[in-house]
């Protein structure tokens, strides 16, 4: 029989409680053909037919989790998995409000309104999904994203591979590996974003934070390291490893600490802050003679972040141009021929600001780098908060000069790696508070004892 001694020992070796049935098999397999279904849509021919429409099939996972409620009808982890929906609606919230004063205000034109509905759409997909995936398994969700996305993009490399034949795939992406990236033809073909980026916070899980109690953990943690980096070079998206290994440094020193949960906390609100400071430095042009005296090629994106200048203020009373604003900048600026390709701006910081104006661009940084991390740290445990604080550190990194803020597998990453791993904390550490004993109960349990002294004497 388990004894106290053993219990305490399992719960420190980070032994978790039985988890909620095991989806069945067909299940299973459906949801993760979703995924690499839906992460298809990356690969740049059927990105170029349909855009971002492969992308919704994502919502199958909808029917999946309808199959297992089917199967096994558990209100009680259906219950737990909807209770993620409101916090992460609640940015959904912001985009469609402070969007539709501006419209409203400034009379928008309907194709801007469009794309904006589109993209809260996406957005909101993002949001089911993550959450579905969860209902249907738990704390293994994280997994089956990671190996639903190593099929994905394993799927593009030989699709890929007949156009270039194999001996040249190969050396192409020995080279890419040899040189740190430096590769045509073949791997260029492999530079799908918005996946390489969430293979960069699938790495962070792995390395800093994914399970290691038992041999099969370990194994898949190594995995999961090697296969993150490996797809993380062949995407060209190199200049994310300096970022990745600040982050794990990072996690380290917090976790050192015996302050953490307040150090995290304090990190969210200096990242809160610098944003501004970054618009400042990108508005001012400082930003970019800096990364100039450092012989940093900043690829054009000294002109595109100029460009906007005479179309926003640097101001607290900066109203807005509504979603996808800048888009319709961008097509404006590529029609007068300032620019020769309608080229995203390559600054999400900026980009929120201008569309969302100073109030949006407060709640919306508010919300991601200050409520999100209190709430998985209050509502879950400081761990968890440290995992998302990790993930959006990395991601911040790629806002202030690229286009990641936004990206479908991205956004999911953020929400689905946190909150998978939310369902590992085991019971032993919910804080129980002490309460004494009513009368009734002490009364009880005085004649317990003494009915227990009476069998012994009469033995």
């Not at 969302?356 to 780098?369: H, K, P, S, V």
């Not at 019971?427 to 009476?454: F, H, L, R, T, V």
Request: one cysteine or more; charged letters at 15%.
């Amino acid at each position: 029989m388990t004894n106290h001694h053993d219990m305490q020992l399992g719960a420190d070796l980070g032994t978790l409680p039985e988890s909620g049935k095991h989806c069945p098999a067909f299940v299973s397999f459906l949801a993760v053909a979703c995924t690499v279904l839906a992460g298809l849509g990356d690969w740049k021919v059927l990105n170029n037919a349909y855009g971002g429409l492969p992308k919704v099939i994502a919502l199958g996972t909808i029917a999946c989790a309808f199959l297992n409620f089917l199967v096994a009808a558990d209100f009680s982890r259906l219950k737990k998995a909807a209770g993620y929906f409101p916090i992460f609606l609640l940015l959904i919230a912001v985009y469609a409000m402070v969007s539709m004063y501006i419209w409203i205000t400034d009379l928008s034109e309907a194709a801007s309104i469009g794309r904006a509905g589109q993209k809260i759409l996406y957005q909101t997909i993002t949001i089911i999904y993550s959450v579905f995936m969860c209902y249907l398994f738990e704390d293994r969700a994280v997994n089956y994203l990671f190996f639903g996305m190593c099929a994905t993009n394993t799927a593009i490399i030989l699709l890929e591979m007949p156009k270039y034949g194999i001996v040249e795939s190969v050396t192409s992406v020995v080279t890419c590996l040899v040189t740190f990236g430096e590769a045509e033809g073949f791997v260029r073909a492999l530079e799908i974003h918005d996946i390489t980026f969430l293979f960069g916070q699938f790495f962070i899980y792995y390395l800093m934070f994914a399970p290691k109690t038992t041999r099969t953990e370990k194994r898949l943690k190594r995995w999961g390291v090697i296969l993150s980096l490996f797809f993380l070079m062949i995407g060209l998206k190199r200049s994310t490893l300096p970022a990745i290994l600040l982050v794990c440094l990072f996690v380290w020193v917090l976790r050192s600490s015996k302050h953490t949960k307040k150090l995290i906390l304090a990190a969210g609100i200096a990242l809160f802050l610098f944003l501004y400071l970054y618009l400042y430095l990108t508005r001012s042009g400082l930003l970019i003679s800096f990364l100039e005296s450092l012989g940093i090629d900043t690829m054009g994106r000294d002109v595109l972040w100029s460009l906007p200048n005479d179309y926003y203020e640097l101001s607290p009373f900066w109203k807005g141009l509504g979603f996808e604003g800048v888009t319709d900048l961008v097509n404006m600026w590529h029609e007068e021929g300032l620019i020769n390709r309608a080229y995203p701006l390559h600054n999400d910081i900026l980009k929120v600001f201008i569309e969302l104006g100073a109030l949006g661009f407060t709640l919306w940084t508010g919300i991601n780098y200050i409520l999100y991390p209190a709430y998985w740290m209050t509502k879950h445990n400081t761990e968890t908060g440290l995992l998302y604080m990790a993930i959006l550190a990395y991601m911040t990194a790629t806002y202030l000069t690229d286009n990641t803020a936004f990206y479908f597998w991205s956004c999911i990453g953020l929400r689905l790696i946190p909150m998978s791993y939310s369902y590992r904390i085991p019971a032993s550490e919910e804080q129980k508070q002490w309460k004494p004993p009513s009368p009734e109960e002490a009364a009880d349990e005085i004649w317990m004892i003494e009915a227990g002294g009476k069998e012994g004497n009469a033995e």
